[in-house]
């Protein structure tokens, strides 16, 4: 089974700043995708970005963009011009859309604070 | 936002007892899932459902069963409530396998 591993539990930012939070996930697939969630206090989920494997660009999303490893498989987030608001709990997840379970592997989240 | 609804928001009930979750969207789509949360593990998959009527196994399916009779509700029930499974219980909904799921605001549940 694929596993998605989230090393950093807690991590602080000054505001305007700079922050990279870190994935890893195990996989013997080719083709499959790739996802960071946040999840504010108010505890929604809600999808930052998204990646499929198959594409070797990098994809971004306003201040949010990752840098995806695929040989290495890693996954990470980088948030520039961090704001309060990003403030949250973010998971990295991983999904083989071609597995019979259609199942969706999380981490165990990395909590940011961004602080002012 | 995607529109899914989760209910209740908040539940607390006794060791044993039946306890039944109801998730529901207006998106008309085709796959839906549950989810739980806890400290330490990210979200683990209990079950999920491709279509009306079928449903299968996740990652942590003992001591929960599902149904869905239609495209815009999926029941998850606790046939008899544990402590083990206090827990935030998140629903979801995708357009299919290839695509991103949504999440609904998710229901706590604590059993005493």
């Known amino acids: 089974a694929q596993t998605v591993t989230q090393s950093q539990p807690e991590m602080s930012v000054q505001e305007a700043e700079t922050v990279t939070l870190s994935c890893t996930y195990d996989t013997s697939e080719n083709n499959y995708y790739l996802f960071w969630y946040k999840q504010p206090p108010s505890r929604q989920m809600i999808l930052v970005i998204r990646?499929?494997?198959?594409?070797?660009q990098n994809a971004t999303e306003n201040r949010f963009s990752v840098n995806f490893q695929k040989a290495a498989k890693s996954f990470s987030l980088k948030i520039s011009d961090s704001q309060l608001g990003d403030t949250a709990m973010y998971f990295c997840?991983?999904?083989?859309?071609?597995?019979?379970?259609?199942?969706?592997?999380f981490g165990a989240g990395t909590r940011l604070t961004v602080k002012p | 936002d995607a529109g899914i609804t989760q209910s209740p928001r908040h539940k607390v009930t006794e060791t044993g007892t039946p306890v039944t979750l109801r998730c529901h969207q207006t998106e008309n789509h085709r796959y839906m899932y549950w989810y739980r949360q806890d400290p330490g593990h990210g979200l683990r998959l209990i079950h999920y459902?491709?279509?009306?009527?079928?449903?299968d196994k996740g990652e942590v399916s003992d001591g929960y069963s599902v149904s869905r009779s239609k495209t815009e509700d999926f029941l998850l029930t606790l046939e008899s409530a544990t402590s083990s499974q206090t827990s935030v219980y998140f629903c979801a909904i995708s357009e299919s396998a290839v695509h991103e799921q949504y999440f609904g605001p998710g229901t706590r549940l604590t059993v005493t």
């Open positions: 459902s491709y279509g009306v009527k079928d449903t």
């Open positions: 997840a991983f999904m083989n859309p071609f597995d019979i379970n259609n199942d969706m592997r």
């Open positions: 990646q499929e494997a198959y594409k070797q």
